[in-house]
T-cell receptor, first 112, second 114 residues
């Protein structure tokens, strides 16, 4: 049973447009959500996070939205840049368990 | 402040050999996590360790795999009698004791089993 799902394996966007990456989860015990970005041959790097008590967190071009009732979160990147091309992992954290569960990732390609 | 270090970056083993993967967490971090990424798949949790303790090993295969994080030295992920299906990228992450929600990842070890 996959508790964190990223249903789109890939997404292609034109430079300057908005990129929207989606993530769904099933476990109500998750209380913190994170997005990581991964380039080939490198480890994932933390991008942005949101607590379950909030519905939006913004950091520059990156905004994460959380809809708790729908158990859904999304990452918006605007404007998208070619350097944003990477695999994006959604992660859901359970404070009681002390660990995160990751989705399978979405490969974003931003075309010049 | 050096990040999470993993070595080797690439490891080639023949079937039946042992593989040892090392992870040095960031300075001051006492929590270590190991993940496996199979080709075309996402990050799968394997094990969560603190110094000298295994906290959660629910993602570890029952046989051939073991992990440790001794009081001194790096964390070790050990795979005995490797098989071709063990070929994957193995990532280690660490977090500080007071902020385990955000993890800092190493560059990974790519294991190839011939």
């Amino acid at each position: 049973d996959q508790q964190v799902k990223q249903n789109s394996p890939s997404l292609s966007v034109q430079e300057g447009r908005i990129s929207i990456l989606n993530c769904d989860y099933t476990n109500s015990m998750f209380d913190y959500f994170l997005w990581y970005k991964k380039y080939p041959a490198e480890g994932p790097t933390f991008l942005i996070s949101i607590s379950s008590i909030k519905d939006k967190n913004e950091d520059g071009r990156f905004t994460v939205f959380l809809n708790k009732s729908a158990k859904h979160l999304s990452l918006h990147i605007v404007p998208s840049q070619p350097g944003d091309s990477a695999v994006y992992f959604c992660a859901a954290y359970n404070t009681n368990a002390g660990k995160s569960t990751f989705g399978d990732g979405t490969t974003l390609t931003v075309k010049p | 402040n050096a990040g999470v270090m993993q070595n080797p970056r690439h490891l080639v083993r023949r079937r039946g050999q042992e593989a040892r993967l090392r992870c040095s967490p960031m300075k001051g971090h006492s929590h270590v996590y190991w993940y496996r990424q199979l080709p075309e798949e996402g990050l799968k949790f394997m094990v969560y360790l603190q110094k000298e303790n295994i906290i959660d090993e629910s993602g570890m295969p029952k046989e051939r795999f073991s992990a440790e994080f001794p009081k001194e030295g790096p964390s070790i992920l050990r795979i005995q009698q490797v098989v071709r299906g063990d070929s994957a990228a193995y990532f280690c992450a660490s977090s500080p004791i007071d902020s385990t929600d955000t993890q800092y990842f190493g560059p990974g070890t790519r294991l190839t089993v011939l």
